[in-house]
């Protein structure tokens, strides 16, 4: 347990302020703070390191849309939260795996979340399958698709970058990669 | 319109890339055309999660970045509750083992109908419920026939049964013993009975109600002198905690009582009494109460019928001050506590064995 006593933990109001500001050092200082409450819960629940790392990352990630979201309120400890949290996702895991075996051992107090975890969960799976989605898209929509949607690139960049000769034939392109896109997207 | 267009169209007006007579134009479509109004919302949603799923990669990278710092072995060793391989036997494999387990049980229950072990073979069961009915019987016409007889034969003076039972024990080998005053209050004559069963007649030498101490002494010719008491009177005051026992006669057999000192006072803080965690019985009154080496550290007086468990013992210093204010010319016989302890070194059981000649059975008669 020394390992917790060693990194610095920071403060609650610290660590929302540095999210909304997209800061990477309180980002980092979040993270290893609370990483070995969460690797003790999970190890000691039948779980090892890497499933501690995926629950761990999804809490942070919960964490991080609701503040950025701004309806994080501090009306809990962001300790309480995030174990919570991860407590939660953990117990569902187990279940899913069959390997849960009818009690769990606690090493802080927690809070109700299920309702977070249900929406975070929903979301997700959005997520995942618009990621399917575009690996299955294929080049060079996708990248067009990563380009002008994801990273903001102008129609300018686009086309210089693939070689149209007028930006109508770009513009085009991107239409019917964005047609493509929305069907796989829909279909799954 | 071609659907290319509008869709240019509209991220230029989601974009705020418009002119503002080219917005009011846009607006007025959309309002006129719900179809136009939907594709703007659900090309509205769609590229933001477009755009959710790029900040998602660069978090989870970032995080994952963050992650590769951590010295993950060495915490997970620190963090870790080695339980021991019995627990992670049973929390890897509690399934398996629980069907192995059931699978067990049916085996041995299928073999045990098989071999008919499951029905009862003996006749001689029901035989012997016989028999005790017919004993039953045979008790209530016994019965019915002494009550009978019982009403023909007036009354010849009062009938003598023991009223009261208590505990004492000898104090020397030469027949005086110590009970509770409560037990021979009112008596008309109080006989001690040993291990044996062998019953004597004594005299109340002394009493003392304050600490509830009576002092016997055996005074029938069939007494022989029991010897020197094992045991040895304390005087210093005895320790919370303290491991202690008593011997008493709470029924016709000698019973073996053990328990603990919970408190250096008694009932409502009386300082003259033990406060003891010991189970005891009415008639257990009397009994010495013995400290791990064999020490008399008091006289058993009762329990309190609130608090289960609690019972009160007096401690022995009060009745060495009652044995000291004996008058003189009351004794015929000289009172001379032993100082020497030959049970200290003893097991239980052994000390026991030795103790069970020098605590008696008082029983007291009164009309």
């Known amino acids: 347990m020394n390992n917790q006593l060693n990194v610095e933990i920071p403060s609650d109001s610290e660590v929302i302020i540095g999210i909304l500001n997209n800061s990477d050092s309180v980002l980092k200082k979040l993270y290893l703070g609370y990483f070995p409450m969460i690797l003790q819960l999970v190890v000691n629940n039948n779980g090892d390191e890497d499933e501690a790392k995926d629950i761990y990352q999804e809490a942070i990630i919960v964490l991080y849309n609701k503040v950025k ?93 693939f070689g149209y000769t007028n930006a109508d034939n770009a513009k085009t392109q991107k239409y019917k990669c964005l047609q493509r896109l929305k069907k796989l997207f829909f279909q799954q | 319109m071609k659907d290319n267009q509008l869709l240019e169209m509209i991220e230029r007006y989601l974009n705020g890339e418009m002119t503002v007579e080219e917005s009011a134009q846009f607006d007025a479509l959309r309002k006129k055309d719900a179809t136009i109004d939907a594709k703007i919302a659900e090309h509205k949603e769609f590229t933001a999660l477009l755009k959710q799923y790029n900040e998602r990669l660069s978090l989870q990278s970032r995080l994952d970045e963050i992650h590769d710092e951590i010295d993950v072995h060495t915490l997970k060793d620190d963090l870790m509750a080695h339980p021991s391989w019995i627990v992670q036997l049973w929390r890897h494999h509690h399934s398996k083992i629980s ?216 401690k022995s210093n009060y009745l060495l001050k009652a044995i000291q204010s004996i008058p003189a010319d009351s004794l015929n016989k000289s009172l001379i506590l032993n100082t020497k302890n030959s049970l200290a070194k003893l097991s239980r059981t052994q000390q026991v064995e030795k103790l069970r000649t020098y605590v008696f059975m008082v029983k007291v008669y009164n009309q």
Not at chain 1, 137 to 143: A, D, H, N, Q, R
Request: with cysteine.
């Open chain 1, 69 to 161: 979201r701004g309806d994080f309120e501090l009306s809990s400890k962001l300790k309480t939260y995030i174990y919570s949290i991860c407590r939660r996702l953990w117990l569902k895991r187990l279940k899913q795996l069959n390997r849960y075996g009818g009690d769990i051992k606690d090493f802080q107090e927690y809070l109700p979340v299920e309702d977070e975890v249900e929406k975070h969960e929903e979301r997700d799976m959005q997520l995942n399958k618009m990621g399917d989605a575009l690996k299955l898209l294929g080049e060079p929509c996708k990248t067009i698709m990563e380009d002008f949607y994801m990273h903001n690139r102008s129609m300018q960049d686009i086309c210089e970058r």
């Open chain 2, 99 to 314: 069907v192995a387990a059931s699978v067990a049980i049916f085996a041995a229950l299928i073999v045990l109908f098989f071999t008919g072990n499951l029905t009862n073979p003996d006749p001689m069961f029901k035989k012997l419920s016989k028999e005790v009915k017919l004993v039953k019987d045979q008790q209530t016409q016994l019965g019915q026939q002494q009550s009978t007889i019982i009403k023909n034969i007036r009354p010849t003076g009062p009938s003598i049964s023991e009223k009261f039972r208590g505990t004492g024990f000898a104090l020397t080998g030469n027949g005086y013993i110590v009970t509770n005053y409560h037990v021979i209050s009112g008596a008309d004559s109080v006989y001690v009975q040993n291990a044996a069963g062998e019953s004597f007649h004594t005299k109340v030498v002394y009493t003392e109600p304050q600490y509830d101490v009576a002092i016997l002494q055996i005074n029938d010719p069939a007494f022989k002198n029991l010897g020197t008491v094992p045991y040895r009177f304390k005087k210093a005051k005895s320790d919370l905690g303290e491991t202690v026992y008593t011997l008493g006669y709470p029924g016709d057999e000698i019973k073996f009582g053990p328990g603990s000192l919970t408190a250096a006072t008694g009932f409502k803080g009386d300082t003259t009494e033990y406060e003891l965690f010991i189970p005891v019985n009415p008639g257990n009154s009397g009994g010495p109460l013995l400290d791990d080496k064999g020490n008399v550290i008091g006289v058993i007086t009762g329990k309190q019928t609130q608090t289960s468990g609690a019972a009160f013992a007096v």
